[in-house]
């Protein structure tokens, strides 16, 4: 019986910072380009075309290369459908770690707080309307889930599971997609988020319950673009600067159960 050809971790690592590469390079390159024609495109506006035409870019690249290579698409980039309960149990999984990870990046920052710079940028980001808002939302929940966990949970992490280590796999593609990130101060909770991530592509061998999850986290981010429904959220989610001791304990017993329930689903 032939063996399914996979690329080698190094293989996929190399793929991987190349993608990074390209998206750095096609980011300056469109930059450069848009911002030369016109003085009155915001800023918004360019981080909202970059986004989601950069994210294109990088996870075409991957499949531009296995295509190439003829290596499996659909084992590697781990495309296969879920039942429904494993997705509604990924929804819940998804709500709680956007608190947790909130409450995480919170604790973080007290010790090592975010530069003013950061802060402002991300307020530049609010109240954004028209085409921004939908670029936003287009690129936040459809292009950067699919292409992140193709690419991470999916061509990186499959590539480390045929080791056949799949708690190191997990690891090791957690540790690269938060330094892809390059941010010190979204590390953690990126790492973290990561972890359950890869955790569940193993579980299910899919990358739509990850898609899901991040999914979730980019709706959530671009709703909350609107101050006023910003307001009226934190109301009952914030407990001073900090996420409700309530809304954590029942993330917590959201995460716990979901993650058993898929576990034992798995086990069927």
Same mark, same amino acid.
């Given at each position: 019986?032939?063996?399914?050809?996979?690329?080698?971790?190094?293989?996929?690592?190399?793929?991987?910072?190349?993608?990074?590469?390209?998206?750095?390079?096609?980011?300056?390159?469109?930059?450069?380009?848009?911002?030369?024609?016109?003085?009155?495109?915001?800023?918004?506006?360019?981080?909202?075309?970059?986004?989601?035409?950069?994210?294109?870019?990088?996870?075409?690249?991957?499949?531009?290369?296995?295509?190439?290579?003829?290596?499996?698409?659909?084992?590697?980039?781990?495309?296969?459908?879920?039942?429904?309960?494993?997705?509604?149990?990924?929804?819940?999984?998804?709500?709680?770690?956007?608190?947790?990870?909130?409450?995480?990046?919170?604790?973080?920052?007290?010790?090592?707080?975010?530069?003013?710079?950061?802060?402002?940028?991300?307020?530049?980001?609010?109240?954004?309307?028209?085409?921004? @808002? $939908? &670029?936003?939302? *287009?690129?936040?929940?459809?292009?950067? /889930?699919?292409?992140?966990? #193709?690419? %991470?949970? +999916?061509? !990186?992490?499959?590539?480390?599971?045929?080791?056949?280590?799949?708690?190191?796999?997990?690891?090791?593609?957690?540790?690269? @997609? $938060? &330094?892809?990130? *390059?941010?010190?101060?979204?590390?953690? /909770?990126?790492?973290?988020? #990561?972890? %359950?991530? +890869?955790? !569940?592509?193993?579980?299910?061998?899919?990358?739509?319950?990850?898609?899901?999850?991040?999914?979730?986290?980019?709706?959530?981010?671009?709703?909350?673009?609107?101050?006023?429904?910003?307001?009226?959220?934190?109301?009952?989610?914030?407990?001073?600067?900090?996420?409700?001791?309530?809304?954590?304990?029942?993330?917590?017993?959201?995460?716990?159960?979901?993650?058993?329930?898929?576990?034992?689903?798995?086990?069927?």
């Amino acid at each position: 019986m032939n063996k399914i050809k996979i690329p080698e971790p190094v293989e996929a690592l190399v793929v991987v910072l190349l993608s990074f590469s390209g998206l750095v390079l096609f980011s300056l390159t469109f930059l450069g380009f848009i911002s030369g024609g016109t003085e009155n495109q915001s800023d918004t506006t360019l981080f909202s075309m970059i986004f989601m035409f950069g994210k294109i870019v990088f996870f075409g690249l991957p499949v531009f290369y296995c295509y190439k290579k003829n290596y499996p698409l659909q084992k590697i980039f781990k495309i296969k459908p879920v039942s429904k309960e494993v997705i509604i149990f990924s929804i819940i999984i998804g709500l709680s770690l956007i608190a947790i990870t909130d409450e995480i990046q919170r604790l973080v920052d007290l010790i090592v707080p975010m530069p003013d710079s950061m802060k402002e940028l991300l307020k530049s980001a609010k109240d954004v309307g028209g085409m921004e @808002w $939908a &670029l936003l939302f *287009i690129g936040s929940i459809f292009i950067a /889930p699919l292409a992140d966990e #193709g690419l %991470f949970r +999916g061509f !990186l992490q499959v590539s480390l599971e045929e080791k056949g280590d799949p708690v190191r796999a997990v690891i090791l593609t957690s540790v690269t @997609w $938060a &330094l892809i990130h *390059i941010s010190p101060y979204l590390a953690i /909770p990126i790492f973290i988020l #990561g972890i %359950f991530l +890869g955790y !569940l592509s193993w579980k299910t061998k899919s990358i739509l319950p990850s898609i899901v999850i991040q999914a979730l986290f980019g709706f959530i981010a671009v709703i909350l673009l609107d101050s006023s429904l910003e307001e009226g959220f934190n109301s009952w989610y914030l407990m001073g600067d900090h996420v409700s001791p309530f809304i954590l304990i029942l993330s917590g017993g959201g995460l716990y159960y979901s993650i058993k329930m898929i576990d034992n689903l798995g086990d069927e």
